[in-house]
């Protein structure tokens, strides 16, 4: 049978951990708790909505769907140690389909040394559907998104723009980074970028009750924003400030220390300040011709 | 915008729990660490395949949704602390109705003191989806599945079959009857009756590589099993034993000490011994005229 097949072939697959005390296959897994906070993640993966089968391998489908939960893991200051899968086939699926759909997963989950340790396994006759739900352990308070305060510096990882032409499935989320940041404690906030930079901007922004002010001179345009630009005839920092599925890092710093990080050799080159966070109630952008006005606040409808 | 509604919404209804410092609305969780030791499990529940939406109302299914998990971490002995949810809406599902959904789950997280501390919200233009991943505290070595020895007595708890005529959806997580055995340090393995009786314990006997000798006399058989044999014209015990989703706890436990426990004032009337485990690696039912003969495994075909 499909499922009991599936199951008992990827219990083969996974690899050990230090925190599993139980992995794959039974009601439950067993984890030993490895610090005193930790953080607990969760996404669901649609076709047609969050990937397209015709232009998705399914190893890339897999992959995203844990990848979205690892950023989310980055984005809170914590490192990822276990996660588990669910997954609605098709009936019209292959079986080895199901298997690169798990590899991709499994691929990524081993890179970053995460341990896959349970799911559930479903057939029907709609969309295929991946769920993932990721911990993480915390050694710190944790970058709410609602930490940013007035005269904070914002910052953000690698580049934006254009993620639909490739970095919506392939990226790779924030961890080394998030936990080289959260070693200098000087993290106030933090969110990914999945929305859009504008939207999930917006939300720090309204959970921490302070305004902002983009520079849109500064905001760091990916390849393939230009790219996709030459695609939509549209700016390609418009692709930077509204696309989404960037998975970036989006950062409230502490100003004073700020120079301090971005000199660090171990983050040099993967940060760059955009903005900064006021006590005002305005979302505002400074466009490149030096004149100021309300940030327009959109991103990838799905 | 219909998922960032539905998420203000939710926000405002979700209790405080002790080991939560940072709940919804945030990219992750941030959980306090209570016990060495915790459990994670993970169910998706589909429509079409685990209810359907002309039969079970919004909030059955929600309630389900999260039911099974808490099921699945009663199946390890353990008591579960706080879940993450995840929801794929149709485009044409109302919000009133992802609110009666949400209420479902919610209102049994509360009975069982369990904290929903995040999600995932989502629509599309397919069938709706209700996925749940929760965590649970364990205070002792757990209750594998591999678990069961020759000559542990079989124990059942409640009574089965028929439960496509209500407790598919109604039942109730044997979380506190987990705690109490739990205590007790008597049992072996166990597992929920998820599938059917025949196929989890099979499942039992196959990781924990023991035989076993079910008695048909002793299968305590729902009222709901005789009112669906009435149905169906097949026999009362064939529903107990092929029905499954009674989602009650199967359990090994120790001989020596099951008098004892079949007798504690707290756990009274709520466990049977319906048979044994051996060392054979063959499953037997004793049937009602006292002839002993393969069991059959089947349970109910998703």
């Known amino acids: 049978m499909f499922e009991f097949d599936f199951i008992e072939w990827l219990s083969s697959q996974v690899t050990e951990h230090p925190d599993v005390v139980l992995g794959v296959g039974d009601d439950a897994a067993i984890l030993r708790n490895s610090e005193d906070l930790q953080v607990l993640t969760t996404d669901l993966l649609l076709e047609g909505v969050h990937f397209e089968s015709g232009s998705a391998t399914f190893k890339q489908i897999g992959r995203k769907a844990l990848a979205v939960s690892l950023s989310d893991v980055a984005a809170m200051g914590a490192t990822p140690t276990v996660a588990v899968l669910t997954f609605a086939f098709p009936q019209r699926l292959e079986f080895a389909a199901a298997q690169d759909i798990f590899r991709g997963a499994l691929e990524l989950a081993r890179e970053?040394?995460?341990?896959?340790?349970?799911?559930?396994?479903?057939?029907?006759?709609?969309?295929?559907?991946?769920?993932?739900?990721?911990?993480g352990s915390l050694k710190h308070a944790g970058w709410p998104i609602s930490g940013a305060r007035p005269g904070d510096l914002l910052l953000v990882s690698g580049s934006l723009?254009?993620?639909?032409?490739?970095?919506?499935?392939?990226?790779?989320?924030?961890?080394?980074?998030?936990?080289?940041?959260?070693?200098?404690?000087?993290?106030?906030?933090?969110?990914?970028?999945?929305?859009?930079?504008?939207?999930?901007?917006?939300e720090i922004c309204r959970q921490s009750k302070v305004g902002v002010c983009l520079d849109a001179m500064r905001v760091p345009i990916a390849a393939a924003a230009r790219a996709r630009s030459e695609q939509t005839g549209r700016p390609p920092l418009e692709h930077a400030l509204f696309d989404g599925e960037d998975f970036e890092l989006l950062l409230a710093v502490d100003p004073e220390a700020a120079d301090e990080l971005l000199t660090k050799p171990?983050?040099?080159?993967?940060?760059?300040?955009?903005?900064?966070?006021?006590?005002?109630?305005?979302?505002?952008?400074?466009?490149?011709?030096?004149?100021?006005?309300?940030?327009?606040?959109?991103?990838?409808?799905?």
Do not use: M
Not at 120 to 129: A, C, F, H, I
């Open 112 to 135: 970053y040394r995460v341990a896959i340790v349970g799911g559930d396994t479903n057939r029907w006759s709609q969309g295929l559907v991946v769920g993932s739900t990721v911990l």
């Open 161 to 202: 723009g254009g993620s639909i032409l490739g970095k919506h499935l392939d990226f790779r989320p924030r961890c080394d980074l998030a936990a080289a940041l959260a070693a200098t404690q000087l993290v106030h906030a933090a969110t990914d970028i999945s929305d859009s930079l504008t939207i999930d901007l917006a």
């Open 266 to 302: 171990e983050l040099a080159g993967q940060l760059t300040v955009i903005g900064a966070f006021d006590s005002s109630d305005r979302l505002v952008l400074k466009r490149e011709d030096g004149r100021a006005g309300p940030l327009p606040v959109r991103g990838y409808e799905h």
